[in-house]
């Protein structure tokens, strides 16, 4: 009898859960948060930054992958592509900029610019790449994909038209904005990390009206069955295509911010292993969920920076993220964000269809699952079990 | 009566087998037509040719196309090209979006008979007409109860609904269904055909319907086109076709008369 009454609470405190978290509340408190993190210690603060940067990154790169149904191994093309164009405009123009604007304000015009002369290379580099590798499916788009980044790795590393500066990379300095008595730092930790922020959270709800649009629609029936939606209609590899373009500058944003950063545009950036911090990313925070990619980069850079915190493991911190990917793989195929729901159901499912119904994706079938359960058994039977669970989890 | 589809002297081989072997047929819009054979017979080649998936070896396929009466040559053209002149099909093994909801998967033909489909700053449920025509779809073919439902957790029977409501969505002027009733129970049979008939009364669009059940095909045919081995074999009405013997013939096997 008592473990009933447990049940009963445990459901009402559930779905009086459930109701707080409506998305107006969430994304109040996540603003709060966003705004709290500027405070952090500076260490800190680079570290958030660095995760809004990988979050951008991994959420363009499933753009095409969860919601297209593609998987590219070279997205680190457009990553380095935003990195390099916004360092070499640093570098080369910065001095013609101040000439004409003015020192005090040039290092702001000049970072402006070079974030949309980024965004335009890459603009430009995914039009081709993006037109030849869509014409290929499954792993041999993966292929492709990764040939193009390996490709932009040797041209940036061999350097034959002298803009790259080779295996260095092109050093970013971000300036000072000085306008009489006001100065401002560009490459300040918490300047910086308040840009980034801005941009993130824009680009993200760019990116969120866009697979909420009929275009992001049509992306979503070509994952399911290109066949089918050829035979609606629809031109599959055009539309694969258009996908493509919109995901590089996704992830070209995000490889501007990362230039500077990191204070430098390296190589490194469109080496398949960091093409491979996406689809890691991704996979762990779950493909299917429009926050997964996001979720995916918050676990994979504080706990690399939680294993980094004891020297004898550094050395292994790959070995560790292959070990979590291969459980990921083998018994989260939703990845975290699918987990997450999946505890929520348990822990909170009180077999309301609607609730299950809004959780989409893996959360679906469990709730499914949840409320057939309730039909069938015996109601005190079935609050005892949640009961339990409750308590277990 | 206006011919909506026409071949002329179609055929394709695969390296020495000819699997369409110049086929010549005219579609009238004023029947269900029935395509029949035995297995490997080429009926699914031949619809395969027609939508485009398959380029033919030679001969052409001519589709009326909009509300005139010329006939537009979609010989060479792409499948999402003979979809939009308005070929529509159902494929033998269901194909539906199964990750999304029966209304999502309806939204989406929608759009793209609609042509917004580049359209990346509206919301996809923000199209009054749009929306409208979506409920009517479901309401037209019954799925309305059953709209936000994901596809993955419908019965076979309700799959294949879906699929018809999907390729009613872009309007088509000729329907071509590879084997509706395929893996169905009896009473989704049933349902089934009585639904092609109140499509086939209330809408514009020509049925042509490829079928292994032979009552299916006697009940719902206006005219049965036989394919044996690449080619017409008879081409009539139902009562003067199945009891012609060349038919029964090569349908049935010569020991099952």
């Known amino acids: 009898m008592s473990a009933t009454d447990t049940g009963g609470r445990v459901s009402r405190f559930g779905s009086a859960v459930a109701e707080g978290w409506t998305r107006e509340r969430l994304g109040l408190l996540g603003a709060v948060a966003l705004v709290l993190v500027a405070f952090a210690p500076p260490f800190q603060v680079y570290l958030f930054t660095d995760f809004l940067v990988v979050a951008l990154f991994a959420l363009g790169f499933n753009l095409l992958y969860g919601y297209t149904g593609l998987l590219s191994f070279g997205h680190g093309l457009f990553y380095a592509g935003g990195a390099y164009g916004i360092a070499i405009v640093l570098r080369d123009l910065g001095p013609v900029i101040a000439d004409v604007v003015g020192a005090g304000i040039s290092p702001l015009v000049t970072f402006v610019l070079g974030g949309v002369v980024g965004l335009a290379l890459v603009v430009a580099l995914a039009v081709p790449v993006g037109w030849l590798s869509v014409r290929l499916e499954e792993i041999y788009f993966a292929l492709i994909t990764l040939a193009f980044g390996m490709l932009g790795y040797s041209l940036i590393i061999q350097d034959p038209a002298g803009l790259t500066n080779g295996t260095d990379g092109v050093i970013v300095l971000l300036g000072t904005v000085d306008l009489g008595g006001f100065s401002l730092r560009i490459g300040g930790r918490r300047i910086y990390y308040a840009i980034s922020a801005v941009t993130v959270v824009a680009a993200v709800y760019g990116v969120w009206r866009v697979v909420n649009s009929p275009f992001g629609t049509v992306c979503k029936a070509i994952r399911e069955s290109p066949d089918r939606a050829a035979a609606l209609g629809i031109d599959v590899s055009h539309h694969r295509w258009m996908t493509?373009?919109?995901?590089?500058?996704?992830?070209?944003?995000?490889?501007?911010?990362?230039?500077?950063?990191?204070?430098?545009?390296?190589?490194?950036?469109?080496?398949?292993?960091?093409?491979?911090?996406?689809?890691?990313?991704?996979?762990?925070?779950?493909?299917?969920?429009?926050?997964?990619?996001?979720?995916?980069?918050?676990?994979?850079?504080?706990?690399?920076?939680?294993?980094?915190?004891?020297?004898?493991?550094?050395?292994?911190?790959?070995?560790?993220?292959?070990?979590?990917?291969?459980?990921?793989?083998?018994?989260?195929?939703?990845?975290?964000?699918?987990?997450?729901?999946?505890?929520?159901?348990?822990?909170?499912?009180?077999?309301?269809?609607?609730?299950?119904?809004?959780?989409?994706?893996?959360?679906?079938?469990?709730?499914?699952?949840?409320?057939?359960?309730?039909?069938?058994?015996?109601?005190?039977?079935?609050?005892?079990?949640?009961?339990?669970?409750?308590?277990?989890? | 009566m206006t011919t909506v589809l026409k071949t002329e002297d179609l055929r394709k081989q695969f390296g020495q087998l000819t699997a369409v072997d110049d086929v010549s047929i005219e579609i009238d819009d004023d029947k269900i037509t029935s395509i029949i054979g035995p297995n490997g017979a080429g009926k699914t080649t031949f619809y395969n040719l027609l939508t485009g998936v398959l380029e033919p070896t030679s001969g052409s396929i001519w589709l009326r196309s909009g509300e005139g009466d010329e006939l537009a040559d979609v010989t060479d053209a792409e499948p999402h090209e003979v979809a939009q002149a308005g070929l529509s099909r159902s494929y033998q093994i269901t194909n539906i979006f199964e990750g999304l909801t029966v209304r999502e998967n309806v939204r989406v033909a929608r759009i793209s008979h609609e042509g917004t489909r580049l359209d990346f700053r509206s919301r996809a449920t923000g199209d009054e007409s749009v929306e409208a025509d979506?409920?009517?779809?479901?309401?037209?073919?019954?799925?309305?109860?059953?709209?936000?439902?994901?596809?993955?957790?419908?019965?076979?029977?309700?799959?294949?609904?879906?699929?018809?409501?999907?390729?009613?969505?872009?309007?088509?002027?000729?329907?071509?269904?590879?084997?509706?009733?395929?893996?169905?129970?009896?009473?989704?049979?049933?349902?089934?055909?009585?639904?092609?008939?109140?499509?086939?009364?209330?809408?514009?669009?020509?049925?042509?319907?490829?079928?292994?059940?032979?009552?299916?095909?006697?009940?719902?045919?206006?005219?049965?086109?036989?394919?044996?081995?690449?080619?017409?074999?008879?081409?009539?009405?139902?009562?003067?076709?199945?009891?012609?013997?060349?038919?029964?013939?090569?349908?049935?096997?010569?020991?099952?008369?």
């Open chain 1, 244 to 393: 493509f373009i919109v995901s590089a500058a996704v992830v070209g944003i995000a490889g501007v911010l990362r230039a500077g950063l990191a204070s430098v545009a390296s190589p490194g950036l469109t080496h398949w292993s960091t093409s491979a911090i996406a689809v890691i990313a991704t996979v762990i925070g779950g493909a299917t969920y429009f926050y997964g990619p996001i979720v995916g980069a918050f676990i994979f850079l504080y706990i690399r920076w939680a294993i980094s915190r004891f020297p004898a493991l550094e050395a292994y911190w790959e070995l560790f993220f292959g070990a979590l990917l291969i459980a990921v793989v083998l018994f989260f195929k939703q990845g975290a964000v699918g987990g997450l729901l999946l505890l929520r159901d348990r822990l909170f499912g009180d077999g309301d269809a609607d609730d299950a119904g809004s959780g989409g994706g893996g959360a679906r079938d469990d709730g499914g699952q949840a409320t057939a359960a309730t039909d069938d058994g015996a109601e005190s039977g079935d609050d005892n079990a949640r009961a339990d669970r409750g308590d277990n989890s």
């Open chain 2, 134 to 257: 979506v409920e009517e779809l479901l309401e037209l073919t019954g799925l309305t109860d059953i709209a936000d439902t994901p596809c993955d957790t419908l019965s076979h029977g309700e799959k294949r609904t879906v699929e018809i409501a999907l390729a009613l969505a872009i309007e088509p002027n000729v329907f071509l269904m590879d084997e509706p009733t395929a893996g169905m129970n009896p009473t989704e049979v049933t349902e089934i055909v009585s639904l092609i008939r109140e499509l086939d009364a209330d809408l514009d669009a020509t049925f042509v319907v490829t079928e292994h059940n032979m009552d299916v095909v006697t009940d719902i045919s206006d005219r049965i086109v036989v394919l044996a081995e690449g080619s017409i074999l008879a081409d009539g009405a139902p009562e003067d076709v199945l009891t012609d013997e060349r038919v029964t013939e090569a349908y049935l096997g010569s020991d099952s008369v």
